[in-house]
């Protein structure tokens, strides 16, 4: 699972607070809005996050990316 708050969006690159549950969103990913890649700058303190959830989780918003709509909150849940 990969939770996600939008925390700031500055020169084309989102930056995010993630984490493996809602209660620990420790660490900090950066998505490109230039060619929608990621880097998962900061893991999470007390939860793990996938690279293969992650790339799901950006995948299924591109979409609202091309289009400029920001969530606030983004996830990837399995099961």
């Given at each position: 699972m990969v939770y996600?708050?939008?925390?700031?969006?500055?020169?084309?690159?989102?930056?995010?607070a993630i984490g493996g549950s809602p209660k620990d969103l420790t660490?900090?990913?950066?998505?490109?809005?230039?060619?929608?890649?990621?880097?998962?700058?900061?893991?999470?303190?007390?939860?793990?996050?996938?690279?293969?959830?992650?790339?799901?989780?950006i995948r299924r918003h591109i979409h609202e990316y091309k289009n400029k709509i920001f969530e606030r909150k983004i996830s990837y849940e399995i099961g």
């Open positions: 996600c708050n939008l925390q700031k969006m500055e020169n084309n690159i989102l930056t995010y660490g900090i990913l950066s998505v490109s809005l230039d060619d929608y890649s990621h880097i998962l700058e900061k893991k999470p303190n007390n939860s793990t996050v996938h690279e293969r959830h992650i790339d799901a989780m």
